[in-house]
Every structure is written in structure tokens, then in C-alpha cells.
């Protein structure tokens, strides 16, 4: 039986991958989950000038940060990679790629060919709206959702087949000297029930990491050991200029529609999960819009407080806002939510993202966020170039009202590949064109929206400010030193919690102490003092 690696990058989540290798097993495939690199590795700098994929960069007080993923594999992280898949005698490698590790994916697929001569499948997003740029390294490319498609693949490279013969639907083929086989597109399949969950036993598999690997033990450091990340449907009703979806819904019409599983299925799931992780402590749902169906939420909630009942997070879209949802998800214990608005401007919004939700709705939905208390995350797309400052100044004013407990997840706008916006900005020479200078202004005036470290007033009044504009390092070093007090009260508030838990430690000690010895444990200052007061006592 053929041995498979499935590689995964920077990401020891990799759902799509994991369902990937469940279906394999179970027709026989095992497969060996090798993560190279775990998630969330920042870097606190600019992004490099000469990466292309320079898009990974959010904005904070701190300044900006890029996510930077590749400058960072050492030498003994990459010995420890070939030893791996030396030792353990694959006959085929898939990586799982998104658009922004593809430059790893390239450099790591060429190297594992030469070393190994070993034939290398890509699969994952990536793929599936930049299959063009993939098979240029990759040997075969698995367009859209991969369990049926990499089944089939492997089932014929191991009977002696040529896939560039096949017409397996989905499967792009590299030809050195040839242009590459296309494949027509792939249905997904249409019962997710039917799909074994995604494979999901940390300790067996390979972490790389820290220069050292992690196998057999528990990955305590990785979100990975107290969060699941799962999805309980494919597909989103909506097709926003900037996201996948755009792509995915021009170049492949009939292969995304929304589909989900039963409020069942994902509840066993989880129950599945927690009896090999017990000490999992949230639960992350990453479908596009978890609130989008109602009649599936309100199945899905009573099991999910009856079965789990675990603090969990979900996307939602401002159109799937209402009193009734909330209750529902406060009722199951939600401990926070994002919301993408992307921008204050319904300019902007209508005419640039293809999205349409009005401003007001936005402001709407915030409040009904805020009115039952729900702590949120609002996505918000900067450095724009097709935006005027008047688009900006609705960002702005937006931001200044926003109600209630909230964060700002505030992101340069990303030139993904194939997105409509990707695609329009090429051919009207606004491709990564925004005026970086001039969002260095506004973006700290974003945040001091955000932190409340100006009114909408003073804020208004600061755009208008020539000397601010061309010098908006002034406002950046306020927001570095608020950055810094943020830091510090967090620090307190941790000192503050540390001295409660071990307080209540202390008594819980002492009470034990009582009950056993019958003794009253007095706390040696009152002993003291009491006996100064007896001396004292005596001798007036
Ligand atoms: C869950 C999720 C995350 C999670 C976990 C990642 C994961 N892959 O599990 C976390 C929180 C880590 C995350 C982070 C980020 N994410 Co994210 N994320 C998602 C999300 C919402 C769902 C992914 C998912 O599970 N889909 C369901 C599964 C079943 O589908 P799938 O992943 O496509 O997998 C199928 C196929 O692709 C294929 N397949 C996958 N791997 C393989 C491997 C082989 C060998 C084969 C044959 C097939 C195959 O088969 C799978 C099963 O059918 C997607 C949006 C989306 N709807 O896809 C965004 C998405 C992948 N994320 C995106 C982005 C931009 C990010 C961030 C950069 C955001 C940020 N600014 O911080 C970070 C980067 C993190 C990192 N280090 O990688 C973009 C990527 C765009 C692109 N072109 O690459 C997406 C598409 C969002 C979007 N709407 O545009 N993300
Ligand atoms: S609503 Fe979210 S997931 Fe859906 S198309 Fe828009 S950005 Fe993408």
C-alpha cells in the first residue's frame, strides 16, 4: 500500500487537509500529517518590498504587522523535514497550500523531487484559484475540494495509471516541455454527512518546530491543545471582490453552493474530539457565516448546549444580525464574534467589494452586538486604492460610534489571486497601488477611533490637519505609548489575577489545615500584634 506525507505550512489547524486524510484512511490510504512550522509566527515589521505576496499585513498600534511565514525555517527545521520523509519511505507527498505560503510550497516541492524523487501533489485553496501558477512545481494539482479527487489519484498512480491520460475531473497535470492537463472542474460532494470528520490526533503526528520536533506529546504550546477549529458547511451565499469566493464563483458557478452538515453530525464531531482531547476549552466555527441558516441553528443550538456546551466563536455577516440569533448564541455560550464590515463607505462596499450591506445596517448590527453584550472582532480592509478621502472619512466616523465591547481586525487590503478585485485592480493599473504614505495617516486615525484616544470631533478636525498629514509619525508615537500602557495594564491585570488565585489558594489551604487540626490558623501579623497589645497592656 502506498505510504503518503500530507504536508501542511504554518497552519497545524488545516482542516480541508485533515479531511483529506480521514477519507483516505478510511478507503485504506493512511496518511502521515507532517506540519511544518506551526501557525501564528509575527514578525513586527514592514513586509519586505520584494515579496510579492507582501499581503499579510494587519494594522495595530504597534505599527504594522507583517505575517511573515517564510524567513524563519531553519537549517535543522529543514534536516529534520528530509528525515522524516526519509525514514519513512512515502511514495507520494501532498502539500495543503494557501495563496500566501505558495512561495514555501514552490521552494520545498522542487527540493523533495530532486532529493527524493517523489512525486508531489497540491491541494487547498491555492490551488484551487491559482491551479496555473501551482502546476508550474507541482506535479499534480488538486482543483476544489480534494477527498474524492486524491482517493482517485492515488488509486491510479498505485495501479500503474497515467493521470495525464485519466481525465480525473479536478486534476491539473504538470508536463515538463508540455502544456499541463486541465482538468474539467469537479463537483464536491454534495452529502457532507457522508465524509468521515477530519483527522484529528495530535499526538500521532510530526509538528516541526522551535528547531526540534514534536511527536508523541501533547503540543501544550499550540492553540491547537485547547481550540478546535472545524466547519459545519462548505460554501457562502455571498461573492465579496476581495475573497475566494469571487473566484471560485466566476471560474466554477456550479460547484459552490452552500452545503451543510447535520446539526448532528457536527455535534458527534466534537464529541468525537473531546473524548481524544479533554482538555479542549473552545470550540472555533469557521464556516463563512455560521448564523446564515436559521432553521439549522436553532437545531444546532439545544445539542450544542446539551453535548458541548463550551465557550465557542463564529463569523457572521451584518445581514444574519438579529435579536432572535444573539439570544441564540449567548444562550450556547458564545465567548465572542467577528463581523467582516470592511468599510464605512457604501461606495466602497456596493461598488468596489460587491458587497451589499449598507452602513446603517452595519451600525445595526453592532448594536444589537453590543445590546446583548457579545464581545466582537470587526474586520476592516485598508490601504485601498480605489478609495477618495470622503470613502476614508466614512471609515473613519464609523469607527468613532461603534458601540459597545469590541476589537479591530484591521487589514491591508490583499491582492489574492483571481479575485475579482485582483483582477479589475490588474487591468485598471490599481494593482497594489494605494497610497502607503498617505494610509500611514489615516490608519492612525483609525486606531485612535478604535482606542477612544480622540472624539469623532477631534478626529474629523485632525484630517484637516496639513501638518498631521505630512507628518503622521506624531499621531503613530501616541499610539505606541497607549500600545505600551495597554501592555502594562495587561500585565497588572495579570499580577491582579495571579494574587486572587493564589489568595483563594492560600484560604482553601488554611481551611483544610483548620478542619484537620481543629486549630484556628491566625495569620502571624494579628499574632503579633496581639501580643505587642498584651505587653502593652500589662505594662500601662
Ligand atoms: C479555517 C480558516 C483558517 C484557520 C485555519 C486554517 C485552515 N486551513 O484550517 C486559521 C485561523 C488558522 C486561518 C488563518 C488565516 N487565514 Co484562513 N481561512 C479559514 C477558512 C475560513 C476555512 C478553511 C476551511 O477549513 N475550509 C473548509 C475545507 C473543507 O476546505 P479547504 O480548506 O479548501 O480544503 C479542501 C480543498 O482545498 C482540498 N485540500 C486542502 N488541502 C489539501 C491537500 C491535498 C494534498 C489535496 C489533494 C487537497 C487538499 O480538499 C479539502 C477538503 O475538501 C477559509 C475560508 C474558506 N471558506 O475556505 C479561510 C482562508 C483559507 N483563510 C484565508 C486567509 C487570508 C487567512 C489569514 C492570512 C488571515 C489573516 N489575515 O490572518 C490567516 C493565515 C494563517 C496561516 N498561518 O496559514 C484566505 C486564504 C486566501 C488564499 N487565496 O490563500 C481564505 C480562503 C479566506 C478567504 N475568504 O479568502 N484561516
Ligand atoms: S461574506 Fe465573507 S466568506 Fe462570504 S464572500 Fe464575503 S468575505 Fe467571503
Known amino acids: 500500500m502506498a505510504k503518503i506525507a500530507l504536508l501542511s505550512l504554518y497552519d497545524e489547524f488545516c482542516i480541508g487537509m485533515r479531511y483529506v486524510a480521514s477519507h483516505m484512511a478510511k478507503h485504506g490510504h493512511p496518511c502521515t500529517i507532517i506540519n511544518f512550522k506551526r501557525y501564528n509566527k509575527m514578525e513586527r515589521e514592514a513586509a519586505p518590498k520584494d515579496i510579492e505576496d507582501g499581503y499579510l499585513t494587519q494594522v495595530c498600534p ?126 464536491p460532494p454534495k452529502e457532507l454527512d457522508d465524509l468521515p470528520f477530519p483527522q484529528y490526533d495530535p499526538l500521532n503526528e510530526y509538528l516541526i518546530e522551535d528547531g526540534r520536533l514534536y511527536h508523541n506529546e501533547p503540543l501544550v504550546f499550540s492553540q491547537l491543545h485547547w481550540t478546535y477549529k472545524m466547519v459545519t458547511g462548505r460554501g457562502c451565499p455571498y461573492f465579496c471582490s476581495f475573497c475566494v469566493w469571487s473566484t471560485i464563483k466566476r471560474d466554477m458557478p456550479e460547484t459552490k453552493k452552500l452545503r451543510r452538515r447535520s446539526p448532528q453530525n457536527a455535534i458527534d464531531e466534537i464529541i468525537a474530539v473531546r473524548k481524544k482531547n479533554p482538555q479542549l476549552m473552545m470550540i472555533e466555527f469557521e464556516d463563512d457565516i455560521f448564523t446564515v441558516q436559521k432553521d439549522w441553528l436553532d437545531e444546532f443550538a439545544p445539542l450544542y448546549k446539551k453535548h458541548v456546551g463550551l465557550p465557542f466563536w463564529c463569523y ?191 484560604d482553601s489551604f488554611r481551611a483544610k489545615y483548620e478542619s484537620l487540626s481543629g486549630r484556628r490558623v491566625v495569620r502571624v501579623g494579628t499574632k503579633v500584634a496581639d501580643s505587642v497589645k498584651s505587653i502593652v497592656g500589662a505594662a500601662s
Open 316 to 506: 457572521t455577516y451584518p445581514a444574519f444580525v438579529n435579536d432572535y440569533n444573539l439570544e441564540v448564541l449567548k444562550d450556547m455560550g458564545i465567548a465572542y464574534i467577528t463581523m467582516g464590515v470592511q468599510s464605512g463607505s457604501d461606495r466602497i462596499n456596493y461598488e468596489v467589494f460587491d458587497r451589499r450591506t449598507e452602513r446603517k445596517r452595519v451600525l445595526a448590527a453592532m448594536e444589537l452586538i453590543a445590546k446583548h453584550d457579545i464581545l466582537a472582532n470587526y474586520d476592516i480592509i485598508t490601504n485601498n486604492p480605489y478609495e477618495t478621502d470622503e470613502d476614508r472619512m466614512q471609515t473613519l466616523t464609523l469607527l468613532a460610534n461603534i458601540p459597545g465591547r469590541f476589537n479591530l481586525h484591521m487589514g491591508k487590503l490583499a491582492w489574492f489571486p483571481g479575485t475579482t478585485i485582483s483582477v479589475r485592480a490588474a487591468s485598471e493599473g490599481k494593482l497594489r497601488a494605494a497610497d502607503e504614505d498617505l494610509y500611514r495617516f489615516w490608519n492612525a486615525l483609525y486606531l485612535m477611533a478604535q482606542h477612544r484616544l480622540a472624539t469623532e470631533e477631534q478626529l474629523v478636525e485632525m484630517t484637516r490637519n496639513e501638518e498631521l498629514r505630512k507628518n503622521p509619525e506624531v499621531l503613530w508615537s501616541i499610539l505606541n505609548r497607549f500600545a505600551d500602557l495597554s501592555d502594562l495594564q495587561r500585565e497588572a491585570e495579570q499580577l491582579r489575577s495571579q494574587t486572587e488565585s493564589l489568595r483563594a489558594e492560600r
Open 62 to 187: 504597534r505599527g504594522e504587522v507583517y505575517l511573515d511565514y517564510s524567513t524563519d525555517i531553519t537549517p535543522r527545521e529543514e534536516e529534520i523535514l528530509f528525515e522524516i520523509l526519509s525514514e519513512g519511505n512515502f511514495d507520494f507527498v501532498g502539500f495543503s497550500i494557501p495563496s500566501y505560503h505558495a512561495h514555501v510550497a514552490h521552494k520545498y516541492t522542487k527540493i523533495i523531487r530532486e532529493k527524493f524523487g517523489l512525486p508531489v501533489i497540491w491541494g487547498g485553496v491555492h490551488a484551487t484559484v491559482a491551479a496555473e501558477d501551482c502546476v508550474k512545481t507541482a506535479d499534480y494539482v488538486a482543483v476544489g475540494e480534494g477527498e474524492e479527487l486524491f482517493l482517485e489519484l492515488i488509486q491510479l498512480l498505485e495501479s500503474g495509471g497515467n493521470p495525464a491520460e485519466a481525465a480525473i475531473p479536478g486534476l491539473w497535470v504538470r508536463r515538463p516541455g508540455q502544456e499541463p492537463i486541465r482538468g474539467e472542474s469537479r463537483m
